[in-house]
């Protein structure tokens, strides 16, 4: 794990919760995911993607795929270890600015911040230190 992504207190994680959440929204962001051709055209419209060197950890569509899709992957069955491990994707590495542009009309910026509410519900968020840290961009 990323040392200036810092963990919090250990919990439990509410997994019927996280599951009625992904199953709120399945219709469309199942869709998104699936129909997602990693195509990457969307890369180059992500300025943290051009600021990183074109490090494909930053493209949009590994930033959805390796967060949300990992999500619906495992139906939700998710610890406290893996939702932080995907912390730093969609706090850190995107800043929901939608500039990425996708031509099937993918919106990754509403998949970033739906994962950002199911982290959050289980008390999975940036602390204040790693907010104003250097370290986000
Ligand atoms: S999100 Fe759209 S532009 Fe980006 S890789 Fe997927 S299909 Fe291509
Ligand atoms: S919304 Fe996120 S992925 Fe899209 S351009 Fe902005 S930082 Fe990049």
């Excluded at 794990?1 to 959440?21: A, G, L």
């Excluded at 195509?39 to 959805?64: G, I, N, Q, T, W």
């Excluded at 893996?82 to 850190?92: A, M, P, S, T």
């Excluded at 993918?106 to 008390?123: D, E, K």
Aim: net charge positive.
């Amino acid at each position: 794990m990323d040392p200036s992504f810092s963990t919090q207190t250990i919990q439990k994680v509410d997994t019927k919760k996280v599951k009625e959440m992904l199953n709120r929204r399945k219709g469309k962001m199942k869709r998104f995911l699936s129909h997602c051709a990693h195509c990457s055209l969307c890369a180059e419209s992500c300025f943290l993607y051009m600021k990183h060197r074109k490090d494909p950890h930053y493209m949009p569509s590994y930033k959805v795929i390796n967060s949300l899709g990992k999500l619906y992957r495992k139906r939700g069955k998710v610890d406290w270890k893996f939702l932080n491990e995907i912390k730093g994707i969609v706090w850190r590495n995107c800043v929901l600015c939608g500039r990425c542009y996708c031509p099937i009309g993918i919106h990754v910026p509403s998949m970033i911040a739906f994962t950002r509410s199911i982290l959050r519900s289980q008390g999975v968020y940036p602390q204040r230190n790693e907010i104003s840290a250097e370290s986000w961009l």
